[in-house]
């Protein structure tokens, strides 16, 4: 489950804008703030299983989202190639090796593709 609240918490700060108010306030409920089912039922006098529904819809929907938009995978990517880049600058000797100054090139290069329409 960790990997999975991990995800749904990205997935949320990316789309939580596209759900309902009521989609986005039970999520935050029980993902960020950790009420039980139970609580969550309680404080909008609906039955746990009305929350389960509404949780696992919420998850469903963030997870379409992330599928038609892949705006989380083009983050994880993004920071994937700025912490290539760094390193390959931190590694990069008085002599300004040539190699290394092209691949810190195309790692911004790839990175600048991203941020253009596909």
Excluded: H
């Amino acid at each position: 489950m960790p990997q999975k609240l991990g995800e749904m918490v990205w997935l949320f700060d990316f789309y939580g804008e596209l759900l309902t108010k009521k989609q986005q306030e039970i999520f935050k409920l029980y993902y960020f703030q950790d009420l039980s089912l139970a609580e969550i039922a309680e404080n909008y006098s609906i039955s746990r299983q009305a929350v389960y529904d509404i949780i696992k819809r919420t998850e469903e929907l963030l997870t379409e989202y992330e599928q038609k938009l892949n705006l989380y995978k083009k983050f994880l990517y993004q920071k994937q190639e700025l912490e290539k880049l760094r390193t390959l600058l931190l590694n990069l000797d008085m002599n300004y090796d040539k190699k290394t100054i092209q691949q810190s090139i195309q790692c911004l290069d790839d990175l600048i593709k991203l941020t253009t329409c596909d």
